[in-house]
């Protein structure tokens, strides 16, 4: 059994989804942590469900939390679904992962530098 994801410790991966930039961990992220540790700023979770005929390929994005075929979390800093959206298909053009990876802390930062706030972390 995997062990939680250390979102101090531990690198996430830059995706590109929907058009945004988000941080995709393969593991399931504490939403409570997200939400207690990183207060300075707004941060979205979402959930990454996979097919059922390939479970390890993310088929949708959605709010809720990921039971079965789950394949990771994304934390962005804007919205990804609609409010009245529970959950969105992945195209094939939608997500894009390039490799790099980055701390949340050095998210956050860059989150914040966005809306003119300098962070003290």
Do not use: W
Request: proline share 4%.
């Amino acid at each position: 059994m995997k062990k939680r994801f250390d979102l101090f410790e531990e690198p996430l991966e830059i995706v590109e989804i929907f058009g945004e930039t988000a941080l995709f961990a393969d593991a399931r992220v504490s939403a409570h942590e997200l939400a207690v540790f990183f207060r300075e700023i707004p941060l979205n979770m979402y959930y990454l469900r996979g097919s059922d005929d390939d479970p390890g390929i993310p088929a949708t994005v959605e709010k809720n939390n990921v039971t079965v075929n789950f394949v990771g979390n994304l934390v962005s800093d804007v919205p990804l679904l609609q409010d009245n959206e529970s959950y969105k298909e992945i195209g094939d053009l939608d997500l894009h992962f390039h490799g790099d990876i980055m701390f949340m802390d050095e998210y956050v930062k860059i989150c914040l530098k966005k809306r003119g706030v300098e962070c003290e972390r």
